[in-house]
Nanobody, 119 residues
């Protein structure tokens, strides 16, 4: 079983930056793909970004391209999401998730961390 714990959320002004972290334990972190999702109040959860097990391939939603960067450190069992140029519409609970085996279906989920962007 895999446990995922997000951290790094908080309150930031529009235009600011935050870096989210997701610490993984359990099954070998380097063997599965990872992703970030978010859910704003009253909205469905949406995909933000994903990264292959090796870290060499990444994907991002159009809404965050050029502003958010996903990365991972397999030696530290940690996933990151660097968020720059934040907008009020980025306000949401952010979740990390594990895709194991890699195939687009996320099997493991963290509890989320709140990100609030003020205007």
């Amino acid at each position: 079983q895999v446990q995922l714990v997000e951290s790094g959320g908080g309150l930031v002004q529009a235009g600011g930056s935050l870096r989210l972290s997701c610490s993984a334990s359990g099954r070998a972190f380097s063997r599965y793909a990872m992703g970030w999702f978010r859910q704003a109040p009253g909205k469905e959860r949406e995909f933000v970004a994903a990264i292959a097990w090796s870290g060499q391939t990444t994907y991002g939603a159009d809404s965050v391209k050029g502003r958010f960067t996903i990365s991972r450190n397999n030696a530290k069992n940690t996933l990151y999401l660097q968020m720059n140029s934040l907008k009020p519409e980025d306000t949401a609970v952010y979740y990390c998730a594990g895709d194991d085996p890699p195939g687009g279906v996320y099997d493991y989920w963290g509890r989320g961390t709140q990100v609030t962007v003020s205007s």
